[in-house]
């Protein structure tokens, strides 16, 4: 069994508390030991990874990650129609770009052909390719169930309520493969003006979708601007919700009264990236700034009532690319208040909580996976380092090193004569 030993780090272990100087022991796949020294027969036989000082973290995690919207840091696509064949190659190549980037999880926040999710999911956890693990997602459901990536948001009036296709669409996508299956509940300001506050499913829809998710085994993401479809996520068991930018005070109480199995990604990234980085001005209607205005006020109530947010920012855009990601880490700090150590316990405990994990992902101890992340500096005085991948010293995921900066800072073992 391979046994990997990291020394000289401050280790933040992902509950939050201050970091510790400690020597992490890892063998095959899960960490062993966390502790002041390591015993000398157990070191003999380890690679020795010298941390120099710096952070070691558990592997961070993308709650609203998107592998197939074609743009990363190293590859921009304005176009997301690219053919299947293409696009599957994007999902892989995204998949590299987050893990060389820190992300050693994501949970997907939806892809037009989740087959290509669905593939990659099983090539990442075998090891042959690259990638994060990785929770797959159906494409994003909206009224009526229209075609991927066809988003018109109609809202309900005016149509008859259809329980029985949004069931079929939930029983679909699980027949598929995916674990997620998302509904757009309200419709997208960003995309067509003027709809985030438009409900696009009947209380009778999502109460069927819920029914139908839970007959298949698959969870329910819903994007809800709204503060009535926020409402009825809440109300009928969806487990993660998008955005909750318009939320009223009804809302934020079902929320808290549902804080033990519900999580919010309020996706601070793609609001940064609307604001700055579209190229333009937004329109009124694309409502960007009262966007950005409520989830300002929003995700600080969220906090306060004891609700679990996590970073995920709809990365994948040509405009706000993956590899990006833990720009919201920086984003929680300075729009929401968190401190440093509450972003990274987003991102680490409660990011292995949404995986369904949280026995075995997101904190470094005995037991848990080996994800870890190794810093060069400190990310509780300057959060911002982390989105410098030349920082990130050594990312090792399911006892794997996928990068070791400074080789030589790692002694091979010793192996003993025979």
Known sequence: MTRTLFTDVQVFDGTGKDPFPADVLVEGNRITAVADRIPRDLRTEARVIDGGGGTLLPGLVDAHAHLGFGSTVEHRSARRDEPEEEKALL???????????????????????????IAARKAFAEGWMPGPRLKAASWEGSAGMVEPGVYDFPGIDGRASDPYSVARFVTDMAQVGVDIVKLSLSGESAVVQ???????????????AAKAAEQHGVWLTAHAHAAESIKMAVRYGIRAVY???FADEEALDLLEAARDRVF??????????????????PEPGMEVEATAEAVRAVVPELVRRGIRVVPGGDYGFAWNP??????????????????????????????????GMEHELGLIRPGFLADLVLVDGDPLEEIGILQDRDRLAAIM??????????????????????
């Open 91 to 117: 999902v892989a190549h995204a998949g590299r770009v987050l893990l060389d980037h820190g992300i050693t999880s994501a949970y997907s926040g939806g892809n037009r052909l989740p087959r290509t999710e």
């Open 243 to 245: 955005h909750c930018t």
């Open 397 to 418: 995921k399911d006892g794997k090193l996928h990068k070791a900066r400074e080789l030589h800072k790692i002694r091979e073992p010793h192996k003993a004569r025979g």
């Open 194 to 208: 003027g709809t985030s506050r438009i409900v696009q499913f009947t209380a009778e829809e999502v109460a069927a």
């Open 322 to 355: 993956v590899g990006r990601n833990l720009r919201d880490l920086e984003l929680f700090v300075d729009w929401f208040g968190f401190t440093p150590a509450e972003a990274l316990r987003a991102a680490t405990r409660h990011g292995g909580q949404i995986m």
């Open 264 to 281: 919010v990604a309020p996706t601070p990234g793609i609001i940064h990236a609307n604001l700055h980085e579209a190229g333009s001005e």
